[in-house]
């Protein structure tokens, strides 16, 4: 069997493109493309991705099949933190273009029919943005210290940080400043890198400033704001110690005092009126429908994340249950029972990802070499047939696993040069993206690459994989053109069917996804017309053949 069976599949009847069994809001079952901007597409030859790069790859965005594009911070930034480390909100880097060319980028997306969301970094800044430098001018009482967390240490002299939080990056998450005199002072809080001083959100101004920010982008007519650190605004009265000395990871989910406070909640309510004085944009064939905000919270449980859907809050956040759920059938399938139970009561769609910047690509966490693809194509093919919302990360489409052997002295993710922090190893993920040659840098510009591609990469470029029926790239090609053109998926709800043990089976109106996470091939009866699977599948009469480590979709 080929990836592809049934291209005859009818199309879904006319209206909203992205519009669900749950009715209005195109972001329901819209299919988000990540382009970590640094590594997309080069377009002045320096070796860094940049917005005019990423503008003349949009029509491969458009052809692949996804509905909206998520560009990571290309800010005004000394790049601490790739960007998000944010010195001016209403600038472009130098490194990625000019604010014309970010212009010129959502504008021609909208005439593709492509959204644009673009992140936003409330939760801290540079330490070189205007407040915090100035704020360190005026030394301590000054009142725009109080736009910060800056407080006296503890100790005979100070010199012990104010509690005992650490660093997502490692040590403490206190950097203590030395006066023009030279004599240390007061601390200040950074969750992050010091060099990403975070705000305080009791401050007013600090408030007025990110309304003003929000319009300054829709204005220029973004469709949407993908919410970095949405969890981490606002911190616990007071300050509290933890009561433990311990390193947090970068997707920790324990409940912290700087963590998943309830005070978010009022923040969102007040951007979500500012967004919904916004109308949608008119990206054809029939309009805009509005604009959207996407947190990035982790939480403890998916029903503290629930809580930033309610109706007068934001419209998505990142289900990182099901990222980080192993290759598992039990496993999967409590996750998708959680998450579709959790967002029910708040009537938000579900979301789906499989890798971003910050995490391990999942061809490599499903086990590396042939075994990791066939279980990261079977992944995808799943993760698309589930209600709700996906997100794709851009290379996901061409199977490309982690980049693992990465000399030290080319890493630049912060936390790789700090002790005891997390593993520092998501420059692995960040590798630039290979589209044509033999060769690097493989089409990613004119120049070199900031960081090296592996040679093995000239196999799985845009141009080696376009047109080969068995590639991952037309596989998710055709699995996104089915999606929209096959009535029962996108947004709304499924129904377990029974299957053995170590397969997954599920229906939807007109439509059965099988998915079988075992090392051997099972034998299964059919349920239809297959119309896509990950691996070569075999139907004789009544029953079909479904290899290891892979998934099925078929037409009923």
Not at 484 to 511: I, M, N
């Amino acid at each position: 069997m080929t990836q592809e069976l049934a291209p005859d599949v009818h199309d879904r009847p006319a209206g909203r493109p992205g519009e669900g069994t749950g009715g209005a809001g195109w972001w329901r079952s819209a299919v988000i493309y990540q382009v970590y901007v640094r590594s997309f597409a080069d377009g002045n030859g320096d070796g860094i991705g940049d917005l005019p790069g990423a503008r003349a790859r949009l029509p491969y965005l458009k052809g692949l099949g996804v509905d909206a594009v998520w560009l990571t911070p290309f800010y005004a930034s000394p790049q601490a933190d790739g960007g998000y480390d944010v010195a001016d909100y209403r600038a472009v880097d130098p490194m990625f273009g000019t604010l014309t060319d970010a212009d010129d980028l959502v504008r021609d997306a909208h005439a593709l029919g492509l959204r644009v969301i673009v992140d936003l970094v409330p939760n801290h800044c540079s330490d070189q943005h205007e407040w915090f430098k100035q704020a360190l001018r005026e030394g301590p009482g000054s009142p725009l210290r109080e736009r910060f967390h800056f407080r006296p240490g503890k100790g005979a002299h100070g010199e012990l940080p104010p509690n005992d939080w650490n660093s997502l990056f490692g040590g403490p998450a206190w950097t203590r400043v030395t006066g023009p005199d030279g004599e240390p002072e007061e601390w200040y809080l950074h969750l992050f890198a010091p060099e990403q001083p975070d705000f305080n959100w009791e401050h007013p101004a600090v408030r007025d400033e990110f309304r003003s920010i929000l319009r300054f982008w829709l204005d220029l007519g973004i469709d949407g704001f993908r919410i970095d650190v949405a969890h981490g605004l606002v911190k616990a009265a007071g300050l509290p110690d933890i009561g433990r000395n311990e390193e947090m990871g970068l997707l920790n989910t324990q409940e912290l005092p700087f963590f998943d406070q309830d005070g978010v909640h009022e923040i969102y309510r007040d951007w979500r009126r500012i967004l919904d004085e916004y109308p949608g944009v008119g990206v054809p064939p029939a309009g805009g429908w509005g604009r959207i905000a996407v947190a990035e919270a982790w939480t403890p449980t998916l029903e503290r994340s629930a809580r930033y859907l309610r109706p007068d809050e934001l419209h998505q956040a990142f289900n990182f249950e099901y990222v980080m759920a192993g290759w598992d059938a039990a496993a999967l399938r409590a996750v998708i029972d959680e998450t579709l139970r959790a967002m029910a009561p708040v009537g938000a769609p579900a979301t789906w990802v499989l890798s971003n910047h910050d995490v391990v690509r999942h061809p490599t966490r499903y086990g590396g070499g042939e075994r990791g693809l066939r279980r990261a194509r079977a992944a995808a093919l799943l993760m698309l047939a589930l209600p709700g919302s996906t997100y794709l990360y851009q290379g996901e489409e061409l199977g490309l696993p982690e980049v693992t052997d990465l000399p030290d002295e080319v890493r630049q993710d912060p936390s790789f040069f700090r002790d005891n922090g997390q593993e520092g190893l998501r420059d692995g993920c960040r590798v630039p993206l290979p589209w044509s040659g033999d060769r690097p840098p493989y089409g990613f510009g004119p120049g070199d690459s900031w960081l090296p591609q592996p040679p093995e990469w000239k196999d799985l470029s845009v141009e080696a994989e376009t047109g080969d029926p068995a590639s991952t790239l037309e596989l998710y090609r055709a699995a996104l053109r089915l999606r929209r053109e096959l009535p029962g998926l996108g947004d709304g709800s499924l129904s377990w069917l029974d299957s053995p043990e170590g397969v997954l089976s599920f229906a939807r109106p007109g439509f059965v996804c099988t998915v079988n996470l075992l090392g051997h091939a099972v034998e299964l009866p059919v349920p239809g017309r297959p119309v896509l699977a990950s691996e070569p599948v075999t139907v004789e009469g009544e029953m079909a053949r479904v290899p290891a480590d892979s998934c099925v979709w078929w037409a009923v």
